[in-house]
């Protein structure tokens, strides 16, 4: 079996889930969008493949990873909102002065559109402040999709709500 360094630190970066063909090509990254499963480990898990509106996610079996048709994708964010494991993010580097990153949140308070927030990396590491810009709700767990510093877009991973 290879060796992956998430195994170890349970935190996986680019380089992994680039090898592991969970991260999206550099132009569709750029095209708008798209989904991030970090999703690495066979676990018997399909709910986002059901979900996914357009068909996107599909899975040789219940332990295999996800693969993403990455064209399909429109970026809705509906598997965000149903993964049990916290690990669908959507994220759009298409803009020139900000990148866009959704994320699951399950804490209190809420977010709400135009607060600033504490952006976090894969490590909870503070990496920034950005801004609210769309929450919505499926089941307790908030879909948010946060503006952030440009560049940072493959980097954050969770927000933290200051109040
Ligand atoms: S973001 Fe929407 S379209 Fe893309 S994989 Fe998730 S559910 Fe499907
Ligand atoms: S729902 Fe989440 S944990 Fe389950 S297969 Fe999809 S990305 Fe992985």
Redesign the pocket.
């Known amino acids: 079996m290879e060796k992956y360094r998430f195994r170890e630190t349970g935190i996986i970066d680019l380089s992994e889930l680039e090898k592991l063909g969970l991260m999206p090509p550099r132009e569709r990254l750029l095209k708008g ?3 991030v499963l970090e999703c690495p480990e066979e676990i018997p898990c399909n709910i ?1 493949v059901p ?4 068909k ?2 599909q899975m040789e079996s219940i332990i295999a990873l996800p693969r ?1 048709l990455w064209d ?9 909102a149903v993964c049990p494991g916290l690990a ?1 993010f ?1 994220v759009d580097l298409s803009k020139p002065d900000a990148d866009y990153v959704t994320v699951p949140h399950e804490f209190l308070p809420v977010p709400r559109p135009g607060d600033t927030v504490v952006l976090l990396n894969r490590r909870g590491e503070v990496v920034g402040e950005g801004l609210v810009v769309r929450v919505w709700e499926r089941n307790k767990t908030y879909v948010v999709t946060v503006k952030t510093p440009k560049g940072l877009g493959l980097e954050v991973r969770a927000i933290w709500v200051k109040k």
Request: glycine share 10%; charged share 5%.
């Open positions: 969008p798209v989904v986002c979900f996914c509106p357009v996107a996610i993403v399909k994708c429109t970026g809705c964010g509906v598997c965000v669908a959507v």
